[in-house]
């Protein structure tokens, strides 16, 4: 059953922490009945459900390596088994390790094609033909799409590859009343962000955007419930990054 008063039904995959999960968090307040996907942190986004149930809301968890096409089928399948169907599918679930393209190796850019390109690709394979007429797509990419740092050349490449996909859908999806946009943050202070970097390296990129702070996974939740609401609704096909003006 989904909720009465908001019917509509969010996917958003990776978001058992970080971003995905203030994602979830903000559809779930704004009415949205959430699909949390994650990977393999089964305790975090059991809580995060149960934090949102408390809260009014309704949750449901629903573990896939979205690199897996079946897996992806068996998470779509029982999702409308439960509500109905699907509304707005958020691609968030992403992978970022840092090497240069003389360093990088094969098991790095195999990874991040498996889950940030052909992640999305199998939700919105499925997504183009099941979700809801008036449905909503919403792609993460990252500004690193445009600053092109030395290091992100694997991740930026996957990156610009799902903004691609983003312009093409948009419009191959005509006649379906659906939009898809992606959305580009910048630094934004999560696992993904942090883990790893010298205080240093974090400093400076701290520094790097007018607004001199990092990202808030809610800046970006922010972001995409404005696209995935009815304020949303005449955007169509596009890239905004949200990253405090970093580029
Ligand atoms: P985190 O590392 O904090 O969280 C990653 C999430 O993705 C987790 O929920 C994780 O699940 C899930 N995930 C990872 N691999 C898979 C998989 N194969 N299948 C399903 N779920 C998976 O990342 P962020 O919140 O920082 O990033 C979210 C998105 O935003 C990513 O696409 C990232 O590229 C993008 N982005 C992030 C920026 C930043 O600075 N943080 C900047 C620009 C873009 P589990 O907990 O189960 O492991």
Redesign the pocket.
């Known amino acids: 059953m989904s909720n009465q008063n908001n019917p509509k039904v969010a996917l958003v995959?990776?978001?058992?922490?970080?971003?995905?999960?203030a994602i979830a968090t903000r559809l779930a307040k704004d009415g949205f009945t959430v699909v949390i996907?994650?990977?393999?942190?089964?305790v975090?986004?059991e809580k995060l459900a149960a934090d949102i149930e408390k809260s009014g809301g309704q949750a449901l968890t629903a573990?896939?390596?979205?690199?897996?096409p079946a897996a992806v089928a068996r998470m779509w399948d029982a999702a409308e088994a439960a509500f109905g169907g699907i509304d707005v599918l958020v691609?968030?679930?992403?992978?970022?390790k840092l090497a240069t393209i003389a360093d990088g190796d094969d098991a790095l850019f195999d990874t991040h094609i498996?889950?940030?390109l052909k992640?999305p690709r199998n939700t919105m394979k499925l997504a183009a033909t099941r979700l809801r007429e008036g449905g909503r797509i919403i792609n993460?990419?990252?500004?690193?799409v445009g600053l092109y740092q030395p290091t992100y050349g694997v991740?930026a490449a996957t990156?610009a590859g799902v903004e691609a996909m983003t312009h093409v859908l948009a419009k191959e999806l005509r006649g379906r009343n659906i939009t898809v946009n992606a959305i580009?943050?910048?630094?934004?202070?999560?696992?993904?962000?942090l883990?790893g970097k010298p205080q240093g390296v974090i400093d400076s990129l701290t520094k790097l955007a007018p607004l001199e702070r990092?990202?808030r996974?809610d800046d970006?939740a922010n972001a995409v419930a404005f696209l995935a609401g009815s304020d949303g609704s005449w955007i169509n096909g596009q890239v905004i990054r949200a990253n405090g003006g970093i580029i």
């Open positions: 995959t990776g978001a058992s922490r970080g971003i995905g999960a996907n994650y990977a393999g942190n089964v975090e986004a573990q896939a390596d979205v690199s897996d691609n968030n679930a992403g992978v970022m498996a889950v940030n992640g993460l990419s990252s500004s690193v991740y990156k580009a943050p910048g630094p934004t202070a999560t696992a993904l962000f883990d990092l990202g996974p970006v």
